[in-house]
C-alpha cells in the first residue's frame, strides 16, 4: 500500500492511465513511473495493454506500473475500479484520460450515424464515467487532476469530420464542467483539484515516423511531448490548470 505523505507533483502521486494501451500509453506511462508515480493502467484490449505496461516498465526501469482490463463503458466497473485504487493506495491523485477513436468520410452528406455511435461510447462515455467514477477522490487528494487529451478539430470541424469533431467537443465540455465542480467545492482561495484538456492535432511517435519516412507531420505532437505536458500539469498549481485548454498545436 503506497503511504500517505504525498504533497503535491508527481513523486508518489497515484495516477490511473485510461486507454494506456498503444505508443501514447506506453510514452505517458514511462513519463509518469520515472517522475515517481504509482501508475494504474487500464485498456478494453488486454493483448496492447500487457505491450504497453511491459515495455513502460521495462523502460523506466522496473517503475511501479500495473495494469488492468476495465470496462469504461460501465459505470459500476468504472466506480469498482476508481474504489480499489483509492483503497489498495490510500487515495488518488490522478486521471488521465488517453481513449481515443476516429471515425469520419469522405463528405458531410456521406456521413454515417452509426460513426457517432461508436465515437458516443468511444471519446464521450468513457469521459463521463471515469469524471463520475473519480470525481470524489481527486477532490480528496492534495494535488488532484483530471487530464483528456482532445482534438483541434473540435474547434474547427469539418464536413467529414462532423461525429469526430461533435464527439471531442462533447468531451472537452464534459471535463470543463467537471473543473466548474472542483472550483465551487473547493475553497475559497481556489481549487485543490483541476481538470484540464490538452488539445492536439495528432500524435507522431517513432514507429509511425519509420512507416512513413516521406511524411512532415506538421503539427503533430510527439508521443513523449504529450507524455511531458500530461506530466506538466502536476508541476502546476490547480488555480492554474483548472477550467483550462492547453493547446500543444498551433490553433486553427
Known amino acids: 500500500?503506497?503511504?500517505?505523505?504525498?504533497?503535491?507533483g508527481l513523486d508518489g502521486a497515484v495516477i490511473a492511465v485510461a486507454g494506456a494501451g498503444g505508443p501514447a500509453g506506453r510514452?505517458?506511462?514511462?513519463?509518469?513511473?520515472?517522475?515517481?508515480?504509482?501508475?494504474?493502467?487500464?485498456?478494453?484490449?488486454p493483448g496492447r495493454l500487457a505491450e504497453s505496461v511491459d515495455a513502460a516498465r521495462y523502460d523506466a526501469g522496473g517503475a511501479d506500473i500495473t495494469g488492468?482490463?476495465?470496462?469504461?463503458?460501465?459505470l459500476e466497473a468504472t466506480q469498482d475500479w476508481a474504489g480499489r485504487i483509492?483503497?489498495?493506495?490510500?487515495?488518488?491523485?490522478?486521471?488521465?484520460?488517453?481513449?481515443?477513436?476516429?471515425?469520419?468520410s469522405a463528405s458531410f452528406p456521406e456521413t454515417e450515424l452509426s460513426d457517432w455511435d461508436a465515437l458516443h461510447d468511444l471519446l464521450i462515455r468513457t469521459v463521463q464515467n471515469t469524471s463520475l467514477a473519480f470525481h470524489d477522490g481527486l477532490m480528496r487528494s492534495p494535488g488532484g487532476r483530471y487530464v483528456l487529451i482532445s482534438a483541434?478539430?473540435?474547434?474547427?470541424?469539418?464536413?467529414?469530420?462532423?461525429?469526430?469533431?461533435?464527439?471531442?467537443a462533447a468531451a472537452e465540455a464534459w471535463t470543463l464542467a467537471l473543473g466548474d465542480s472542483f472550483r465551487k467545492l473547493g475553497p475559497d482561495d481556489g481549487p485543490t483539484a483541476a481538470a484540464t484538456v490538452l488539445v492536439i492535432k495528432a500524435l507522431v511517435h517513432d514507429e509511425l515516423r519509420a512507416q512513413r519516412p516521406n511524411a512532415k507531420f506538421a503539427g503533430f505532437t510527439d508521443v513523449h511531448d504529450l507524455?511531458?505536458?500530461?506530466?506538466?500539469?502536476?508541476?502546476?498549481?490547480?488555480?492554474?490548470?483548472?477550467?483550462?485548454?492547453q493547446w500543444l498545436t498551433p490553433r486553427p
Open 68 to 74: 488492468e482490463i476495465v470496462d469504461l463503458l460501465d
Open 227 to 245: 507524455a511531458q505536458a500530461i506530466a506538466d500539469v502536476w508541476n502546476a498549481s490547480p488555480k492554474e490548470v483548472n477550467g483550462t485548454r
Open 86 to 104: 483509492e483503497k489498495d493506495h490510500g487515495r488518488v491523485d490522478g486521471l488521465v484520460h488517453l481513449v481515443g477513436g476516429w471515425r469520419g
Open 1 to 8: 500500500m503506497t503511504t500517505d505523505t504525498y504533497a503535491g
Open 27 to 45: 510514452a505517458v506511462l514511462q513519463r509518469l513511473a520515472r517522475a515517481g508515480g504509482h501508475v494504474i493502467a487500464a485498456d478494453a484490449d
Open 152 to 168: 483541434a478539430g473540435a474547434s474547427a470541424p469539418t464536413a467529414g469530420n462532423a461525429a469526430y469533431a461533435a464527439a471531442k
